[in-house]
């Protein structure tokens, strides 16, 4: 994953260079802020769900100071949200769109439904979850999102 990491990184501080040169002709910090979001933020974030689960606290705590760094430098707002929660919001829009979309080409990865007699605690979804039998499991996308899924949801029914 390191590899990985170290090629997004490389490839957006090209792209770090690039908006300082057009910072130095000129372009207004708006622009700035739109191109950082259309070029490297997207490379950052291009199928976060597939990897983001992968990464360890110093190749996260990396692309996070990539992120300082461009809103040190005035090309990203400081009011934007963080990288996690962008690739946590990810994670879910895709998890949704996964279990509301019976066609969707992930549907068929999703375990089977269990039918519950019985009525404990609410759910977020009918889905059994899956056994864990290495570490890579809770770092696949299903296993992690089923889990925040039941994790929510007892959080909010605890309120």
Known sequence: ????IDHIITSCARVLYGLRTLRSHGMPPPALHAVFQSTALAKVTYASPAWWGFTN???????EAFIRRAVRHGYYAHTTPTLSSL??????TL????ITN???????????KVEKRYSTC????????PRKTSALD??????RLLLVYCDMLSFNSAD
Request: glycine fraction near 2%; charge should be negative; aromatic fraction near 10%.
């Open 122 to 129: 609410p759910h977020g979804h009918r889905y059994q979850l």
């Open 102 to 112: 019976s066609t969707h080409p992930l549907h068929i990865l999703l375990p089977p």
């Open 1 to 4: 994953m390191t590899t990985h």
């Open 87 to 92: 690739c946590d919001k990810a994670d879910e």
């Open 138 to 143: 809770e770092n696949n996308f299903f296993y």
């Open 95 to 98: 998890f949704d769109s996964i």
């Open 57 to 63: 606290a110093a190749d996260r705590n990396r692309l």
